[in-house]
């Protein structure tokens, strides 16, 4: 086999995988279509209880933390903004409108240690359990930059109702 023929082999395989991932993500935004995710601004009155810089991971469906969704500007890892708000959570993905989770949309807080592409030292991660618009419950992924991922969960569940689990999930 020539040169050129090897290239030609490698270059129209590079070609054809890269048509395979174009078409896979399509057909993943086009079944995520319908999930929409709660744009808005923290409500006015609330008072900021921490801020937290951190890399935004991914968000899965509930329980599958290898199963990627493509919200709406939620699709992609990016560096974010979370501030904890005695009225919720807010998350500022870089180049996205805010996204604010009210206390009662939040169904849980925990850490892990795997999403995605993503695998960090045990509970390095922090696992935010919370419905969308449809009522879809689902686990959004963040890894805090300054602080421990235990610090940002506790956090996060010293909003939560006595009835939501918590850390301890």
């Given at each position: 086999?020539?040169?050129?023929?090897?290239?030609?082999?490698?270059?129209?395989?590079?070609?054809?995988?890269?048509g395979?991932?174009?078409?896979?993500w399509?057909?993943?935004?086009?079944?995520?279509?319908?999930?929409?995710?709660?744009?808005?601004?923290?409500?006015?009155?609330?008072?900021?209880?921490?801020?937290?810089?951190?890399?935004?991971v991914?968000?899965?469906?509930?329980?599958?933390?290898?199963?990627?969704?493509?919200?709406?500007?939620?699709?992609?890892?990016?560096?974010?903004?979370?501030?904890?708000?005695?009225?919720?959570?807010?998350?500022?993905?870089?180049?996205?409108?805010?996204?604010?989770?009210?206390?009662?949309?939040?169904?849980?807080?925990?850490?892990?240690?795997?999403?995605?592409?993503?695998?960090?030292?045990?509970d390095?991660?922090?696992?935010?359990?919370?419905?969308?618009?449809?009522?879809?419950v689902?686990?959004s992924?963040?890894r805090?930059?300054?602080?421990?991922?235990?610090?940002?969960?506790?956090?996060?569940?010293?909003?939560?109702?006595?009835?939501?689990?918590?850390?301890?999930?």
């Open positions: 086999m020539t040169r050129e023929a090897a290239l030609a082999i490698i270059v129209g395989a590079t070609i054809v995988l890269l395979l991932l174009v078409w896979a399509w057909r993943r935004t086009r079944r995520d279509s319908g999930l929409t995710a709660p744009v808005g601004e923290i409500p006015a009155g609330s008072s900021t209880l921490s801020a937290w810089p951190a890399l935004y991914a968000t899965t469906r509930h329980g599958e933390p290898l199963e990627r969704l493509a919200i709406r500007g939620l699709g992609f890892r990016s560096r974010s903004d979370v501030t904890v708000t005695d009225a919720g959570v807010a998350l500022d993905v870089t180049g996205r409108p805010r996204l604010f989770l009210s206390i009662d949309r939040i169904e849980d807080v925990a850490q892990a240690t795997v999403a995605i592409d993503r695998v960090v030292e045990r390095g991660l922090v696992r935010l359990a919370w419905r969308l618009d449809d009522g879809t689902v686990d992924y963040l805090p930059q300054d602080a421990s991922a235990r610090a940002l969960a506790d956090a996060v569940a010293g909003i939560l109702p006595p009835t939501k689990t918590g850390t301890d999930a």
